[in-house]
């Protein structure tokens, strides 16, 4: 059977229309958003909860702590896992998550960049934190001028990924991304399904999830995040809705003005996701995956309509 890739923008209904499909038939839903692989944040990421996971089994949600690194290859080994045991126990796997560079590794391969030990990793790290992103972009110009052009001097996650991969193999990234991706098993065949609903009813349900969020402790959740005392450019620490809650929490701002940031950055990021799924199809090219842009809000005629739609894709 194939691999039901449920894909778009935050609070689309992407979750709900999971379920839906996994109450057809027996399935295992595989987390597909970067953002809710972190332990620490199960509220702000809209996490699927304890009755969610009592009606199908849910894999690589929260699996990840927030000082932890984590990078697209290695929620590409872990999704080839999970799908993997899906099958051997006759389920039916369904990816369900915005994050399309992960989408992509996985349906599209990667480049056999080679792991990073943490030494050097961490080695890095405090090079971006005592010079910050423009200091680690010189350092970078000076040994790998090509790729330094490549990259803007605030990017901090980029310049450290090139450092941290120079300063390992002694080869430029650029060298390695040229190389041929490693494609997924030949037998995986992916069905996706591109959930984009209008943009006015979606940017109502952000609103509306935040402020569900925010009652069910967002904020406090925040709090226990910053204790942990995390460097800012932590991945978990540029999660929707923490820049804004910590500043709120810092004194610099009101809860109501908080809320409102979270809420402009919400909805900037489903705009982005959207103009995103909109012009790439991971693996489309290829004949990898086969996609189908579903137009409509959430509702439950939608999610009757999509599993039809899938039952008779097979």
Known sequence: MPVIVVAGPTAAGKSAIALALAADRPS??????????????????????????????????????????????AWRALALDAI????????????????????KALIEGLSPVPAVPEPVRAEAMALLRTGGAPGLHRRLAAVDPAMAARLAPGDSQRLVRAWEVLAATGR?????????????????????????????????????????????????????????????DRPA?????????ARYLA???????????????????????????????????????????VEEQLSETLCRKIVTMVRDLG
């Open 84 to 103: 993997a045991e899906a099958a051997a126990a006759n389920r039916q796997a369904i990816l369900v998550g915005g994050t399309g560079l992960y989408l």
């Open 237 to 245: 620490m540029k999660a929707l809705g923490v820049p804004a809650f």
């Open 251 to 293: 004194g610099e701002i009101d809860q109501a003005e908080a809320i409102r940031q979270a809420a402009v950055a919400t909805r900037h990021y489903a705009k982005r996701q959207m103009t995103w799924f909109r012009h790439q199809s991971p693996g489309s090219h290829t004949g990898a995956a086969q996609w189908h842009v």
């Open 28 to 73: 295992v839903i595989v987390n597909a958003d970067s953002m809710q692989v972190y332990g620490e944040l199960p509220i702000l990421t809209a996490r699927p909860g304890p009755r969610d996971h009592a009606l199908v089994p849910h894999r690589l949600y929260g699996i990840v702590p927030a000082a932890a690194g984590f990078s697209a290859a």
């Open 172 to 232: 430029s990234i650029a060298d390695w991304q040229a190389l041929p991706p490693t494609p997924p098993p030949p037998a995986l065949r992916f069905v996706g399904l591109v959930i984009m609903p209008p943009r006015r009813p979606l940017y109502g349900a952000c609103n509306r999830r935040l402020a569900g969020m925010v009652g069910d402790g967002a904020i406090a959740e925040v709090a226990r995040l910053l204790a942990l005392g995390l460097p800012p």
